[in-house]
């Protein structure tokens, strides 16, 4: 609606100009010459041929115009623009002013009309008249006058051409300014529903996360519930604090990179509580955390996927995770050993998870690397922060 509007605010402007344009012209000859008056019967006369355009191109506007750029009927379309044309070229024809395009009767009948300050005979008439057997005179008319009198008069005259040829840009100019509003209608429409479909994608993938997360969070507390009680206390403190996390900055767009770090910081110390020496956690995170925000739970994957696979209860085993920031980007590492036998339990989303968040949120403005030798695991993350 609101394009609608600005085209047909585009339209009044135009012919509201060309509607002034009659008045500031006899304006500015009645300033320059100060024997012109200001004649209004000149003015009225050019405004009567604006208002039969003016019409015609309201007609094409509502009418025909939106049978091919809405509708796209193009037969239809042309064949009431043919109709138009012959219709519009009748009436020019039809109401010729006297004098336009037309002769004086007395020329039209063959005799040509003297001048007003030349007298009506000349001193050629005063010679004798010739005898019967006397040659005629020479025809003293210039070649290509001769016949010109007899000559019939064409019905389409020159002004009537370019007058069809002025309505037909006319209407072209119209189609122009509509097919551009109408296209740009079509992209906010686009830009609108790739927006939805985006939003959608990414709740879709937040609701996976979180359900993620905690059944493999409680898997843990469960594990030390029967090992060591006062350690399983100490995890579910910890892990109200990520709860907490989870469902206030869970479902934003973006959150704070220190609160990011934060919750990052509660589910590593989570996760010691749950291995013994023989697993070296290694989390290097600045402590002066710049300004900048991230995407909330886009890193957690990457470390619980590290702790899932990257522990071995047979051999000592390491998880590095380490987080920088330089120039607005975000760079991000995380490194684990692969243990003897892989983890059987496939999570629902993970890796593929991830990507599609990055993918949607950045587009190709990240780096992602993954690489997977024989016994280490690593992921390197680069990202732009939003401000």
């Known amino acids: 609606m609101q394009l609608f509007r600005r085209e047909n605010q585009i339209y009044l402007a135009v012919w509201g100009l060309l509607f002034a344009a009659p008045l500031l012209s006899m304006y500015i000859r009645t300033v320059y010459d100060a024997n012109v008056g200001f004649d209004w019967r000149e003015v009225l006369i050019l405004w009567r041929h604006f208002a039969i355009y003016l019409l015609l191109f309201l007609i094409h506007n509502f009418l025909l115009a939106p049978l091919l750029v809405y509708r796209h009927k193009r037969m239809a379309y042309f064949a009431a623009l043919a109709v138009m044309l012959v219709l519009f070229t009748v009436y020019e024809c039809s109401h010729k002013p006297e004098g336009r395009g037309q ?57 009537d051409i370019l007058a069809a040829v002025l309505l037909i840009l006319m209407f072209g100019a119209n189609l122009g300014v509509k097919d551009y509003f109408r296209s740009r209608d079509d992209r906010r429409r686009l830009a609108e529903l790739e927006r939805k ?43 109200s604090k990520m709860m907490r996390y989870v469902l206030y900055e869970g479902n934003k767009q973006h959150v704070p990179l220190s609160r990011e770090f934060d919750f990052i910081r509660h589910y590593v110390t989570l996760m010691q509580l749950r291995y013994t020496d023989k697993v070296k956690i290694t989390l290097d995170l600045p402590q002066l955390v710049p300004e900048g925000q991230i995407p909330p739970l886009i890193l957690i994957t990457f470390i619980e996927n590290a702790f899932k696979h990257g522990v071995s209860y047979q051999r000592e085993s390491f998880i590095s995770v380490r987080a920088a920031v330089d120039k607005g980007r975000l760079l991000f590492a995380c ?53």
């Open 103 to 159: 002769r004086p009767p007395m020329e039209r009948a063959g005799h040509r009309q003297p001048p007003f300050d030349e007298p009506s005979v000349s001193f050629d008439d005063e010679r004798p008249p010739l005898p019967d057997d006397a040659p005629p005179l020479p025809d003293k008319r210039v070649p290509h006058e001769i016949g010109k009198a007899d000559r019939p008069l064409p019905m389409v005259g020159e002004r």
């Open 197 to 239: 479909t985006l939003e959608q994608q990414l709740e879709y993938l937040r609701y996976q996360i979180n359900p993620h997360f905690f059944m493999n969070t409680l898997n843990n507390i469960h594990a030390l519930v029967d090992i060591d009680p006062e350690k399983a206390k100490d995890t579910i403190l910890e892990l």
């Open 335 to 387: 490194r684990n050993s692969k243990a003897e036998k892989p983890n059987p339990e496939k999570g629902g989303v993970g890796l593929q998870n991830v990507r599609q968040r990055l993918n949607l949120l950045y587009d190709t403005g990240y780096t992602l690397k993954i690489q997977d030798d024989a016994d280490v695991y690593s992921v390197e993350l680069t990202l732009p922060l939003k401000s």
